[in-house]
Nanobody, 124 residues
Framework: QVQLVESGGGLVQAGGSLRLSCAASGRTFSMYTMAWFRQAPGKEREFVGVIRWTDYYADSVKGRFTISRENAKNTVYLQMNSLKPEDTAVYYC????????????????????WGQGTQVTVSS
């Protein structure tokens, strides 16, 4: 069982930056695929990015967001730069003990464990 706790959300002006953190329990964190998803009001939860041995991103955030992980601290980060109002959402950390594959890493159902989410609001 893995428990995930996100932090670092808040209110920021357009063009600003935020760094989200996701702290995970468990002794095999380094073997987990870790992903970030987000959900805006009235919209479905969407993929943001994923990391295991390398990282992949949604086109909407590519070049602005970066995922990293610090296995010694059981923590994964989402650095968000050049934020836009359309980035406003609740951001969720997710984990899978497997690599979902090149065609499924952006699918919600591939992830067994989820955090409670952290709100990010970008003002214009």
């Amino acid at each position: 069982q893995v428990q995930l706790v996100e932090s670092g959300g808040g209110l920021v002006q357009a063009g600003g930056s935020l760094r989200l953190s996701c702290a995970a329990s468990g002794r095999t964190f380094s073997m987990y695929t870790m992903a970030w998803f987000r959900q805006a009001p009235g919209k479905e939860r969407e993929f943001v990015g994923v990391i295991r041995w390398t990282d992949y991103y949604a086109d909407s955030v590519k070049g602005r967001f970066t995922i990293s992980r610090e296995n010694a601290k059981n923590t994964v980060y989402l650095q968000m730069n050049s934020l836009k109002p359309e980035d406003t959402a609740v951001y969720y950390c997710a984990a899978s003990p497997y690599w979902p594959g090149s065609y499924a890493y952006n699918h919600r159902e591939q992830y067994n464990y989820w955090g409670q989410g952290t709100q990010v609001t970008v003002s214009s």
